[in-house]
């Protein structure tokens, strides 16, 4: 069964701190993995995505790294700020699956002054 | 840059009512896919229309029945409500095109509240 699992569940950082959240998946075959952030009540927004060729890729203070032979991701955030926090949800595509996302159970970020 | 449309927003209805919500994808995207989330919950996969045609079925109550249109613009019709149907319904779409990994872009989500 294709699973993603995601820790810590929640984390509270200071305000300019850095943090790094996990993600396990067991997606097989593994197509990409993609970061979203997800502020509550809203719509998942896209951060990262990466093939099992990519290791790292960044977007602004977000950096997502890939392991595809342990299958862990990562998602380091420098600098937190306020509006970072929300829950980041690692996701998961299959190559067998269309186009269908196994979701990670998120962390919820909360940043505080 | 264009996103995703949903509408309502919000959406308040009695038990055994009916629902519609909608969705516009954003242009020139072929794939829309609707997903359920319950409070607290991961986002679960319920359907997915590529150029009009179902394309997946996750765990669509019988009672849900949705379609895509002619302009893309996608349906979901959800009858004889329960109180368990309280969520987020999120619709994605994506464009399925070499090099774009079909990335799903995600709407703001329609809430209904069954009371």
């Known amino acids: 069964k294709n699973q993603v699992e995601q820790s810590p569940q929640s984390l509270i950082i200071l305000e300019g701190k850095n943090c790094t959240l996990q993600c396990n998946y067991t997606v097989s075959p593994f197509s990409n993995l993609r970061w979203y952030k997800q502020d509550t009540g809203r719509g998942p927004v896209s951060l990262t995505i990466?093939?099992?060729?990519?290791n790292t890729k960044s977007n602004g203070r977000y950096t997502a790294t890939l392991d595809a032979d342990t299958k862990q991701s990562s998602l380091h955030i420098t600098a937190s700020q306020l509006s970072d926090s929300a829950s980041y949800i690692c996701v998961v595509s299959a190559n067998n699956a269309g186009n269908m996302l196994t979701f990670g159970g998120g962390t919820r970020l909360m940043v505080k002054p | 840059a264009a996103g995703v449309i949903q509408s309502p927003r919000h959406l308040i209805k009695e038990k055994r009512e009916t629902a519609t919500l909608k969705c516009y994808p954003i242009?020139?995207?072929?794939?829309v896919y609707w997903y359920q989330q319950g409070p607290g919950q991961d986002p679960q996969f319920l359907i997915s229309?590529?150029?009009?045609?179902?394309?997946d079925k996750g765990s669509i109550p019988d009672r849900f029945s949705a379609q895509q249109f002619s302009d893309y613009h996608s349906e979901l019709n959800m009858s004889s409500l329960e109180l368990g149907d309280s969520a987020l319904y999120f619709c994605a779409s994506s464009f399925t095109g070499t090099g774009t990994y079909n990335e799903q872009f995600f709407g703001p989500g329609t809430r209904l509240t069954v009371l």
């Open positions: 990466m093939t099992f060729s990519e």
């Open positions: 229309f590529y150029e009009k045609m179902q394309s």
């Open positions: 242009p020139r995207h072929d794939t």
